[in-house]
T-cell receptor
Framework: AQSVTQLGSHVSVSEGALVLLRCNYS??????LFWYVQYPNQGLQLLLK??????LVKGINGFEAEFKKSETSFHLTKPSAHMSDAAEYFC?????????????FGTGTRLTIIP | DAGVTQSPTHLIKTRGQQVTLRCSPI?????VSWYQQVLGQGPQFIFQ???????GRGNFPDRFSARQFPNYSSELNVNALLLGDSALYLC?????????????FGPGTRLTVT
């Protein structure tokens, strides 16, 4: 079974600083990996996804993530934090492409931006 | 284009009651999945439906059931509600039920059981 571990339940960065949110996955087969963002009292919005086409994936709002198979990691980064980035971020994994594949989520990382 | 819609937005029920939550997928999407998100945790998979057939079920008791209609909308039913069922229930739709297809989430229904 696949799983995701997000290191750091809370991360605080200053406005304009680098954002780094960590995600490690476990899967016996090549995974599909996703980052979602959740603003207060809202659903989840897809930031980006990895489906084996390219190891560096660019998403919306200036975020990107790099798939590193040797480290089983898929960390999310943004060069310069903005106040509007404050939210909860979830890493998720799906495996297989034959139908009936669910998303397995990490426990989330709450990002706080310091003015 | 309209995204995934869910109704109602909020719901308060008493222990032992039954509840029905509704979801309309993005137009053209054939797969609908349901997730439960307890406060402070990541979403947990409950069900996946594709072309009106159940394709997957998470580790939830039989009190939870769902169905998908010919127009691909879906309902999630929970019977004999427990306090622990209080959560945000999220519906997600995707074009297909395969792992490589991204899932788009609705705003959720917040269920409070008292």
């Amino acid at each position: 079974a696949q799983s995701v571990t997000q290191l750091g339940s809370h991360v605080s960065v200053s406005e304009g600083a680098l954002v780094l949110l960590r995600c490690n996955y476990s899967s016996s087969v090549p995974p599909y990996l996703f980052w979602y963002v959740q603003y207060p009292n809202q659903g989840l919005q897809l930031l980006l996804k990895y489906t084996s086409a390219a190891t560096l994936v660019k998403g919306i709002n200036g975020f990107e993530a790099e798939f590193k198979k040797s480290e089983t990691s898929f960390h999310l980064t943004k060069p310069s934090a903005h106040m509007s980035d404050a939210a909860e971020y979830f890493c998720a994994v799906s495996v297989g492409n034959f139908g009936n594949e669910k998303l397995t989520f990490g426990t989330g990382t709450r990002l706080t931006i310091i003015p | 284009d309209a995204g995934v819609t869910q109704s109602p937005t909020h719901l308060i029920k008493t222990r032992g009651q039954q509840v029905t939550l509704r979801c309309s997928p993005i137009s053209g999407h054939k797969s609908v999945s349901w997730y439960q998100q307890v406060l402070g945790q990541g979403p947990q998979f409950i069900f996946q439906y594709y072309e009106k057939e159940e394709r997957g079920r998470g580790n939830f008791p039989d009190r939870f059931s769902a169905r998908q209609f010919p127009n691909y909308s879906s309902e999630l039913n929970v019977n004999a509600l427990l306090l622990g069922d209080s959560a945000l229930y999220l519906c997600a739709s995707s074009l297909e039920d395969r792992g490589s297809y991204e899932q788009y989430f609705g705003p959720g229904t917040r269920l409070t059981v008292t």
